[in-house]
Structure formats: C-alpha cells, structure tokens
C-alpha cells in the first residue's frame, strides 16, 4: 500500500498520525511506500505513478485528494483507492471521515465550561467541508455549555503556515478570546505558542499536544487518523464514505491539564457518553 501526504510525517499531527498508521500495517506484513508534501498540481501523477508500480491500495491522506483519487480510479479498476476525511466513493474508491463534527462539539463543550471572557475562538487553514463540520460542531457544543459564549473563527488560508497561524491567534486574542482551538496541520504551532505567550487557554487537536503550552494547555479532542490509515490497510473496503465518530470509538475527549477542574473534566467525559448513546445530537 501506498501513502500521499500534505505535509511532513514527522509534523505532529495530521501526517504523522496516518504515518504511524502505516508503518502499523507495514508491522504485519504489508509493504509500503510513501510521498510527503504532494500538492494538488502534482496529485493526479503521484496516484497514478503508483497504481502503475502495482500497489494494491493507494491511499491520499486528505480530502484534498477526493478529485484526484476519483479521476485515477477510473483509468486503473484493479487498484483499490482510499481517500481519509473524503466525502465520496466510487467502484473503487472508498473514504473514511473522521467526525470533526464529534471532535468540535467536545472541545466546544470544554470551551464553553473554561472561558472567563465568554469569547472563544478558532483558527483553521482552509473553509472545506471539514472545517466547517468541526466549526458547526464546536458552536453547537459551546452554545449547549454556555448559552452566552461567543465564538470568532479565522481562517489562515493555509494549513501548514506557522506565522499566519500565530498572527490570526494573537488577532483574536487582542480581541478578547481566552479559549482557543485550531483545525490546522503543522500550523498549530503558532496557535498553541500565541495562547502560551499570551497567557490565554488552548485546546489541543487529534491528541495531547501539552508540550507545546504547557501552561495554556486545557486538554484535546482525540482523533486517531492512524486507525484510518490502518484500516484502509487491513480490512475489506466498501466503496462507501464511512464517518468515524466517537460512537465508532475513533474519537475522544481527554489529556485534561491540572488547570482544567475536575469537576468540568467530569462533564465533558458525561458529553462524550451522551454523544456515544445519542442521547446527544447537534
């Protein structure tokens, strides 16, 4: 099986997360390779190059990769393609999407229990369907904990840009924002080092990021990106677009900071059953 990545797999987050995912299959058995950086001029002949060296199953690592994935699929029908955070299918082609909307909703949760201004905010890269599902999910859960929070949201224009990030953060926080979140690749950095400097409160994306503000860090909402890469590489595909939820046990709530109460630990933990049971719905 064959990985394409964004960015860098030793970035921290999204990359290296379907990385490791890979490397997991590769433990038992399955040969891989991989291509970083693959942008979408160079989306198309990456897909193909692969599907022409033999590769049973060519995943792109991103939504950003659907049209692409889509197009190559139909010239090789023998090549299974997966697409992760995708949002259709074909003969051939299947997608696994994590819930952003799951993962919104609890740091939203927590945001709304944390926040002493009663304004929160978000920077993301870019206003794709998975940006807004997190975005339409953290209000829903921010509103349901704190009907008086209010929520800003910047979007950077990149994924990968630390300075924009920390730029768009130091924004926000100038304008009153105590809580921050991102929806961001490697340019979580400069958001999670503007709430460290500013001495404003973070939440973490995909999981524990508290090395890099240790004293801003409240907690994250957990996503494993591995499982999906993992899955794409181990189990029989469907050619259909699967979301993976926290009812699906793909996302979570937790690696809480001593700053965050146990009390208010205890409620977001209860938000996340209700979610699980669908006693929760947004």
């Known amino acids: 099986m064959a990985l394409i990545t964004p960015g860098l797999v030793d970035d921290g987050s999204w990359n290296q997360a379907g990385f490791e995912g890979l490397k997991q299959a590769e433990a038992e058995g399955i040969e891989i390779a991989y291509t970083e950086r693959v942008t979408q001029d160079q989306q198309v002949e990456v897909f193909r190059n692969y599907a022409r ?35 259709q299918s074909a003969a051939n082609v299947t997608s696994f999407t994590l819930s952003y909307g799951d993962m919104g909703y609890l740091a939203g949760t927590l945001a709304g229990l944390m926040t002493q201004t009663n304004k929160v905010a978000i920077v993301s890269g870019q206003e794709i369907p998975v940006a807004r599902d997190a975005i339409r999910g953290f209000e829903a859960g921010l509103k349901a904990a704190n009907p008086d929070a209010e929520l800003q949201v910047t979007f950077t224009g990149s994924w990968e840009d630390v300075d924009k990030a920390r730029e768009a953060a130091l924004a926000l ?24 400097d500013e001495g404003v409160m973070v939440i973490g994306l995909y999981g524990d990021q508290s090395r890099f503000a240790p004293e801003a860090y409240l907690g994250s909402a957990i ?54 049971t669908g006693a929760v719905t947004y």
């Open 223 to 276: 996503a494993e990106p591995a499982k999906l890469v993992y899955k794409a590489a181990t189990e029989e595909l469907n050619h259909q677009v699967n979301s993976e939820g926290v009812k699906e046990g793909v996302i979570s709530v937790g690696d809480f900071t001593d700053r965050v109460p146990q009390e208010v630990q205890d409620k977001v933990k209860a938000v996340e059953e209700d979610l699980r």
């Open 173 to 196: 926080i100038g304008s009153g924002a105590d809580v921050l979140w991102h929806v961001l690749d490697a340019a979580d950095a400069g958001v999670l080092s503007a709430a460290e």
């Open 53 to 87: 060296q033999g590769y049973d199953v060519v995943i792109g690592h991103g939504g950003e990769y659907m049209d692409a994935a889509l197009q190559v699929a139909q010239e090789f029908p023998d090549v299974e393609f997966v697409v992760t955070n995708g949002n």
